[in-house]
């Protein structure tokens, strides 16, 4: 079953999470200039108008296809896009992947823990969903921080997973259930 866009949007006092729209351009602008971000993810490494137009269309095709869902991390107090954080519907059944990334001018400010923290509650608690699976390279520490910090169990590393420029790296798998939730809320 598809995932539908959360209604009502989702927001917090730094975020709000929200469809991509072609003003978005200026983030994928900023992402593709760091170094990391186009690595492991579509992202163009070479920007361009009509590379992030691309960009920005195959974030809607993710949920009309069915396979997932991709939303814009913007700032609240502005609306500009900072960020992604993405959802891909898992293998099994009731199963999702999670993704995320922040421009470099906004690390740091906690809009990419706030936007992990509104998704993946939503998803948990809201939709058929009830296991949500994160991917890190082990040298990103803010990531792996990030992850903990919102409750989720590292359960070991992938062994030459991710495809990075012409070479394969090792990650790190963590998750997060819905009885995870129901037992730190007890």
Request: hydrophobic letters at 40%; a negative charge.
């Amino acid at each position: 079953m598809p995932l539908e866009y959360p209604d009502p949007e989702l927001r917090s006092d730094l975020v709000h999470l929200r469809e991509w729209g072609y003003a978005d351009l200026p983030c994928i602008e900023a992402a593709s200039a760091d170094p990391r971000i186009p690595q492991g993810t579509t992202v163009p490494a070479e920007y361009t108008d009509e590379g992030g137009r691309a960009f920005i269309e195959r974030q809607w095709s993710r949920q009309t296809s069915g396979r997932g869902l991709s939303l814009a991390i913007a700032d609240a107090a502005t609306g500009e896009a900072k960020g992604l954080v993405f959802l891909g519907l898992g293998q099994g059944r009731g199963h999702c992947d999670l993704g995320y990334w922040v421009v470099p001018e906004a690390r740091r400010r906690g809009l990419g823990t706030d936007a992990v923290c509104l998704l993946s509650r939503w998803v948990l608690t809201e939709t058929d969903v009830h296991r949500l699976a994160a991917q890190v390279v082990p040298d990103n520490p803010p990531s792996i921080g990030l992850l903990r910090s919102l409750g989720f169990s590292v359960e070991g590393r992938l062994r030459s997973w991710l495809w990075v420029e012409d070479d394969t790296v090792d990650v790190l798998q963590f998750s997060l259930l819905r009885s995870d939730l129901a037992r730190s809320a007890s």
